[in-house]
């Protein structure tokens, strides 16, 4: 039975995509938007795993697509934008996911094409898919935005790259700025800003040092990909109206400023 407050939580129906949406955060989201009734698009680069994936929900009676893109090249987002406005006309949902993590050399060692690199993978892939579809949120006068960053975007970190700091830094100012240009048109702009989170990338670590990670945050554990996607289904709901351009931090404690 539905609740008085179920218009505020139920996204059912809507169009939801998610780049990065076959593993990890990105997976967690993707499975979760089709659970909740919306029609799930994970874009990636694996095609593979957005096959098993995709496959997957739909045995278990879910609507869910994916589309093979690589996010940081602009004729590949505007196909792939193209195909998903042909079919469905319009999205409701864009959580950026895709982007990540990058280990840590001195300033020295950083190349000019590092920095590039970090920029696509981290920026440039929200800006492209956004932009490509930006106009049919408009058109409706609706649209929910989630853009992924980092507790490293909020401070430096002597373990993250420098490139990566930065980058996670501009995304912020990106969703802040961007959330104050749609806002008239009932679209809001947020971020999430994960602290560690045990998905696939990070279990690459040993135990070892995952552990030790764990000790260091106040809760004592690392985040699961579901509770970041939760976090990230609250931001998409109805019911977010009246949050946008803000910073939601799901660390643990990690960072409290």
């Known amino acids: 039975m539905n609740g008085p407050f179920h218009h505020l939580t139920s996204i059912k129906g809507q169009v939801a995509l998610v780049t990065g949406g076959t593993a990890g955060i990105g997976g967690a989201c993707t499975e979760r938007f089709a659970r909740e009734g919306a029609i799930a698009i994970a874009i990636g680069r694996d095609t593979a795993k957005g096959t098993r994936l995709i496959n997957r929900l739909e045995r278990e009676g879910h609507e869910a697509y994916f589309f093979s893109c690589d996010c940081t090249q602009e004729k590949q987002v505007q196909n792939t934008s193209s195909q998903i406005l042909e079919q469905w006309g319009y999205v409701d949902i864009i959580c950026n996911i895709a982007g990540g993590w990058i280990e840590a050399p001195p300033i020295e060692k950083i190349t000019i094409e590092a920095l590039q690199h970090s920029f696509d993978w981290n920026v440039t892939s929200k800006f492209l898919i956004t932009k490509a579809l930006i106009s049919s949120m408009k058109t409706r006068g609706y649209g929910r935005i989630v853009n992924m960053s980092s507790t490293t975007g909020r401070r430096g970190r002597v373990d993250a790259a420098l490139q990566y700091s930065t980058m996670e830094a501009g995304l912020l100012g990106f969703t802040r700025a961007l959330a104050l240009q749609l806002a008239p048109h009932g679209i809001t702009v947020n971020a999430i800003a994960p602290g560690t989170t045990r998905t696939p990338r990070a279990e690459r670590h040993s ?24 976090a990230i289904w609250y931001l998409c709901t109805p019911g977010a109206s009246f949050t946008t351009g803000a910073i939601l931090d799901v660390n643990g404690g990690s960072w409290t400023g």
């Not at 995952?210 to 554990?221: G, H």
């Open 207 to 230: 135990e070892e040092r995952l552990a030790s990670t764990a000790r260091s945050i106040p809760v004592q554990r690392l985040a699961t990909i579901e509770e970041q996607a939760h």
